[in-house]
T-cell receptor, first 111, second 114 residues
Framework: NAGVTQTPKFQVLKTGQSMTLQCAQD?????MSWYRQDPGMGLRLIHY???????DQGEVPNGYNVSRSTTEDFPLRLLSAAPSQTSVYFC??????????FGSGTRLTVV | AQSVTQPDIHITVSEGASLELRCNYS??????LFWYVQSPGQGLQLLLK??????LVQGIKGFEAEFKRSQSSFNLRKPSVHWSDAAEYFC????????????FGQGTELSVKP
């Protein structure tokens, strides 16, 4: 099984551009979430989903949108990229509260 | 407010020495507790978790952690560190009905001296 797959692995955007970070899981997990990782700040929750059609905001949702049309996919959209969104983004999934399975991350630079 | 604190940003230990990484949490209820490890350029891997029961839990790679309710702590330990254990370690907490929604500590970077 592939687990949690994120694409792309690296991306450079110009300020104001939009893009979508893709995330797919093949474990039939009900929960999916997006985190960003910044030095010295650990991981912070952006958005999460408890099932298809249900999403909610996390700690740092501004500037990001999500949708969950299927159990497998949970894309993260940057509406108008800003340098403050330069970060490493991780998608994760879980079955209940059993612990997250993480993707390998997307390193995003906004110039 | 809910929070997780890892007091040590960076720890250096000699190979073969014992290790303890500290984690303290502030939460309204007894949470589920996790330790993750992240090797450079990689995603996070679950080392161990505590839900209930025995307060000493065993994980992968020879790690263990002890939950102390009175101290709101969940410290990670390993009796003998290997050079391959050099990585960043994250403590995290969550609630049973909020799968996917964890609060992470700032992380502790572990260096191992030969």
């Amino acid at each position: 099984n592939a687990g949690v797959t994120q694409t792309p692995k690296f991306q450079v955007l110009k300020t104001g551009q939009s893009m979508t970070l893709q995330c797919a899981q093949d474990m039939n997990h009900e929960y999916m979430s997006w985190y960003r990782q910044d030095p010295g700040m650990g991981l912070r929750l952006i958005h999460y989903s408890v099932g298809a059609g249900i999403t909610d905001q996390g700690e740092v949702p501004n500037g990001y949108n999500v949708s969950r049309s299927t159990t497998e996919d949970f894309p993260l959209r940057l509406l108008s990229a800003a340098p403050s969104q330069t970060s490493v983004y991780f998608c994760a999934s879980s079955e209940g509260a059993l612990g997250l399975t993480f993707g390998s991350g997307t390193r995003l630079t906004v110039v | 407010a809910q929070s997780v604190t890892q007091p040590d940003i960076h720890i250096t230990v000699s190979e073969g020495a014992s290790l303890e990484l500290r984690c303290n949490y502030s939460y309204g209820a007894t949470p589920y507790l996790f330790w993750y490890v992240q090797s450079p350029g990689q995603g996070l891997q679950l080392l161990l978790k505590y839900f209930s029961g025995d307060t000493l839990v065993q994980g992968i790679k020879g790690f263990e952690a002890e939950f102390k309710r009175s101290q709101s702590s969940f410290n990670l330990r390993k009796p003998s560190v290997h050079w391959s254990d050099a990585a960043e370690y994250f403590c995290a907490v969550g609630l049973y009905n909020q799968g996917g929604k964890l609060i992470f500590g700032q992380g502790t970077e572990l260096s191992v001296k030969p």
